[in-house]
């Protein structure tokens, strides 16, 4: 027996230690969508949740995977190109360090989190740059720019939740007014553009002074007049994006 089927027996269906053997040349990619076949379990009901997060996970290993055949999955230069530059740092990591010992790798099979992947796409959605994500942005109709990215990047878990966020600038919105007096002086108080980030605290300082209201009185009803949610994007980025027309509309309780 052979080192290399030695080490497969020891490793079989551990899927941490399958990538490890990938990434050194050691094992096929077919041993590896075997284990995913094999891995992907539902705890609570023993099902396969099925080709999604089959999918998500293949998107996760891509550190491990040929640049090549990972493109045949995602068919996207950019990210094509984000691959390789992690992919070759990752590797001159791995031969620099001391850290990878087959003897210290266990043998208990690795489980499959899809919760766990989700987190981690957000994480390195987080970290790109707009240059990385602006041809697919602008194919699936989100404008904004540079500008609107910032903005929207904190707030996303998969880049398709831009298209959902560029809703609260583009619209239409329809607002809700929680507390109106407040609404009706904040559009009256509404400045003159053009606006950048400045222009948020500046207009709820002035709405503020003149309410009374303060904190969670103060903020939360102009967020959900502006956007209709309880949760989104920071409102200093957002607002210059939205722009005074709709802005003012949405405080009247106009969808916009």
């Known amino acids: 027996m052979s080192f290399l089927q030695l080490v497969r027996r020891e490793m079989h269906g551990s899927m941490p230690k399958l990538l490890f053997m990938s990434s050194i040349g050691g094992i096929s990619n077919a041993s590896i969508l075997a284990a995913i076949n094999a891995g992907v379990q539902d705890t609570s009901s ?81 970290g790109l740059p707009y240059g990385a994500v602006a041809g697919r ?64 605290g500046a207009w709820t300082g002035a709405v503020a002074a003149a309410t009374g209201a303060k904190g969670r009185a103060l903020f939360h009803p102009l967020r959900l007049a502006l956007t209709a949610r309880e949760h989104g994007p920071e409102l200093k980025k957002l607002l210059p994006l939205i722009g005074r027309a709709r802005a003012l509309a949405r405080l009247k309780g106009e969808a916009s």
């Open 46 to 126: 023993g099902q396969k949740p099925g080709l999604w997060a089959a999918s998500l996970f293949l998107v996760a290993l891509f550190l491990f995977m040929k640049t090549q055949q990972f493109v045949t999955i995602t068919a996207t230069a950019e990210i094509e190109a984000i691959i390789h530059k992690m992919r070759l740092r990752l590797m001159d990591l791995i031969r620099r360090s001391e850290l990878l010992d087959i003897e210290k790798i266990g043998r208990a099979p690795a489980h499959f989190v899809p919760e766990e992947l989700a987190a981690l796409n957000a994480k390195l959605l987080h």
């Open 137 to 200: 942005l602008n194919a699936a109709g989100v404008g904004g720019g540079e500008a609107f990215w910032n903005a929207a990047r904190p707030n996303l878990t998969r880049l398709s939740d831009a298209v959902d966020i560029w809703t609260l600038v583009a619209g239409p919105v329809r607002p809700v007014i929680e507390d109106a007096a407040l609404a009706a002086e904040a559009a009256a108080l509404l400045p003159s553009e053009p606006w950048d980030e400045s222009t948020w």
